[in-house]
């Protein structure tokens, strides 16, 4: 059995039919923005693999402090011990950070760093005595991760585990907010997509321990991109309910949208923030949940005392060291001005995608560039075409979109948008 056949037999792959599993790609080797195949075929990885590959893949001021930090100390436990690499990049995220959000807690994965928020919030409201704030608001079309409390706030009507529909705890939904990012603000709730939050707040306000979202940019549920003023109408109905406010950075973070944060665009912060993918800039699974200290301090003086959550591999060195030498290149500051070039290159690149038959829509923010077709469109397409385009895409839904290293060049860049244009008009 040749590599390719035994994993088609005996491995499961995300979101892929084990009974049709299609093409699939040999990867050797992963350096800045290409990936090579066994047989030598080179291809740009325009996905950043999911958000993550911020400086590129292999970047060598990440492997090295990753390397060294293997030959010093792979792992320990993290109750009752700390180390160095921990500290340090807790010390980077609340520089980074809107002042307030300063309590870090390290875990392996973006929906754990979920769970761990959800848990937060409801044990915050319990040791308050507010024992009935127990459920969660979130938009519809929204994507928190595959563990089960994240899934039970995505959309369970039109999102990806709505299968699962039976087996989940009921949320509080509301419509996405209608406006746009860029376009004109609407101050009446009718219009801007407040009233139906201001409603579900004074009505079930009681019973909701949060609003959970992602600022700005709702990925794997649509590619959309909504009003940062939403957000801060958003923020003070929370407020004025004692309903705290969690948002979902995991994909947005770390310089995506053009700015460090998509709150940022909002110019707030939340109760509860959650990290992950671009936080190790792709190296190694890793994820934080950042609370302000006013929800660890309440945590932290109630009955229970401790926060009842502790994963094994928690604030693992390696990752921290991975974690701490991204931050470090994110502040040298370069990546402002890469987004920026990446955002004007993609808008006039995917431009004449418009007027393609079947194109529903054409937008970019930051280093986040979205063809909206009419149609679901056939991932394996794109996954066929990569060795001739040397694009590596993964269309889902109806969108055919690229996120790309930072790094990447203008060359690079020109042939990703082509590779989404033909593809486009391929499937159209
Ligand atoms: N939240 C958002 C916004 C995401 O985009 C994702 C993953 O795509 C997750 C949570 C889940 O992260 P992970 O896949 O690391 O569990």
């Not at 609340?94 to 002042?99: F, K, S, T």
């Not at 949060?210 to 700005?216: C, S, T």
């Not at 909504?226 to 929370?238: D, F, K, Q, S």
């Not at 912060?269 to 302000?292: E, M, N, R, Y």
Request: hydrophobic content about 45%; proline content about 7%.
């Amino acid at each position: 059995m040749t590599p390719l056949e035994f994993d088609a037999r005996h491995l499961w792959h995300p979101y892929t039919n084990v009974a049709k599993p299609g093409p699939m790609h040999l990867i050797t080797e992963a350096e800045g923005v290409w990936l090579t195949r066994d047989d030598g075929v080179r291809m740009i990885d325009a996905m950043s693999s999911w958000w993550c590959a911020i400086h590129g893949h292999r970047h060598p001021a990440i492997t090295s402090a990753m390397a060294e930090q293997l030959g010093r100390m792979p792992h320990v436990m993290f109750g009752g011990l700390t180390h160095t690499p921990a500290i340090e990049l807790g010390r980077k995220l609340v520089a980074m950070l809107p002042e307030g959000l300063d309590r870090t807690f390290y875990c392996d994965s973006g929906s754990v760093s979920v769970e761990v928020a959800l848990k937060m919030a409801v044990q915050y409201h319990k040791a308050r005595g507010r024992d009935g704030k127990v459920g969660f608001a979130t938009i519809r079309g929204g994507y928190h991760g595959d563990t089960w409390k994240a899934m039970s706030v995505c959309d369970p009507v039109n999102g990806m585990h709505g299968l699962f529909r039976g087996a989940l705890s009921i949320q509080h939904f509301v419509p996405r907010p209608p406006v746009a990012f860029g376009a004109p603000w609407p101050e009446d709730p009718a219009q801007n997509g407040l009233a139906p939050l201001a409603q579900l707040l004074a009505e079930q306000g009681e019973a909701i321990a949060a609003l959970i979202l992602e600022p700005v940019v709702q990925g794997a549920g649509g590619m959309y991109f909504y009003h940062p003023e939403w957000l801060r109408g958003a923020r003070a109905l929370c407020e004025a309910h004692d309903v705290l406010v969690i948002f979902d950075e995991i994909a947005t973070g770390f310089g995506r949208t053009g700015e460090m944060f998509a709150m940022d665009h909002a110019g707030i912060a939340p109760d509860i923030l959650c990290l992950g993918k671009a936080l190790t800039g792709g190296h190694i699974s890793f994820a934080a949940t950042v609370a302000t200290a006013e929800v660890a301090r309440t945590i932290g003086e109630s009955a229970a005392g401790v926060f009842m959550h502790g994963p094994t591999y928690m604030a693992n060195p390696l990752a921290c060291a991975a974690g701490c030498a991204s931050l470090g290149l994110l502040e040298t500051g370069a990546w402002r001005a890469q987004v920026a070039a990446i955002a004007q290159q993609m808008q006039a690149e995917l431009a004449p995608a418009r007027d393609l038959p079947g194109v529903a829509d054409v937008r970019v923010l930051g280093a986040i560039g979205v063809i909206e077709m009419t149609a679901p469109v056939d991932p394996t397409i794109a996954h066929r075409l990569a060795p001739q385009t040397g694009v590596w895409l993964r269309p889902f839904a109806r969108n055919i979109y690229a996120m790309p290293p930072f790094t990447i060049t203008p060359q690079e860049l020109s042939r990703v948008t082509s590779a989404m244009v033909a593809l486009a008009g391929g499937v159209a």
